[in-house]
């Protein structure tokens, strides 16, 4: 009965490395969205899964970023040759099939570049 | 997407309510009017949703005009934990399974103070 659970909740990382951030969302929602935020900004779209597949990719800033859902339940946000830039919270939320319902939020990972 | 305008901040005294005004003159027949609230250090969380008609739940209301272009949250007695930055977002439920509809894009809410 855990809500949307994202790991680590935080990460330190060198610019350069290759980063992988995980989201567990809640068992059975089929639309699973991630996002970064910035300190003062709003939520900013990354991608947005129904089930297995990206139904919108259009918020991904680069080829940096890739996001993956192979089963329709855990996705991972991958984020190759880190820069100081994608340093921010990254959050996650899952919600069921159909926009007339609510989405549940993680808590974030907060990913800093060094 | 259809877009939704909100004042950047709002100040409240404690106990009073509260009226939070969204602007969507572009929203279409299908949108959904979600808000979600996001407290310090925390992540986004639901407060309400609608349609058509006004809603009422434990944490607010939500009044939409008649002709949809706009639309109210509404708390009743503001409390210091009110004290957040409230979305408003127009969703478009999903038609059909792989398509686009159900997005949920966030704009720059508006930050609301409550003092005591």
């Known amino acids: 009965g855990a809500g949307v659970s994202q790991t680590p909740s935080n990460k330190v990382t060198e610019k350069g490395k290759y980063v992988e951030l995980r989201c567990d969302p809640i068992s059975g929602h089929t639309a699973l969205y991630w996002y970064r935020q910035s300190l003062g900004q709003g939520p900013e779209f990354l991608i947005y899964f129904q089930g297995t597949g990206a139904a919108d990719d259009s918020g991904l800033p680069n080829d940096r970023f890739f996001a993956v859902r192979p089963e329709g339940s855990v996705s991972t946000l991958k984020i190759q040759r880190t820069e100081r830039g994608d340093s921010a919270v990254y959050l996650c939320?899952?919600?069921?099939?159909?926009?007339?319902?609510?989405?549940?939020f993680g808590q974030g990972t907060r990913l800093t570049v060094v | 997407d259809a877009k939704t305008t909100q004042p950047n901040s709002m100040e409240s005294n404690e106990e009073e309510p509260v009226h939070l005004p969204c602007n969507h003159s572009?929203?279409?027949?299908?949108?959904?009017i979600h808000w979600y609230r996001q407290l310090p250090s925390q992540g986004p969380e639901y407060v309400i949703h609608?349609?058509?008609s006004n809603v009422n739940n434990r944490m607010a209301s939500l009044a939409i005009a008649e002709d949809r272009k706009s639309s109210t949250l509404i708390l009743h007695r503001a409390t210091l934990r009110d004290a957040a930055v409230y979305y408003c977002?127009?969703?478009?439920?999903?038609?059909?399974?792989?398509?686009?509809?159900?997005?949920?894009?966030f704009g720059k809410g508006t930050k609301l103070s409550v003092k005591p």
């Open positions: 977002i127009l969703r478009d439920p999903e038609m059909n399974y792989g398509g686009s509809q159900g997005n949920l894009i």
């Open positions: 939320a899952s919600s069921p099939v159909g926009g007339r319902t609510e989405a549940f």
């Open positions: 609608g349609l058509t």
């Open positions: 572009t929203i279409s027949g299908t949108d959904y």
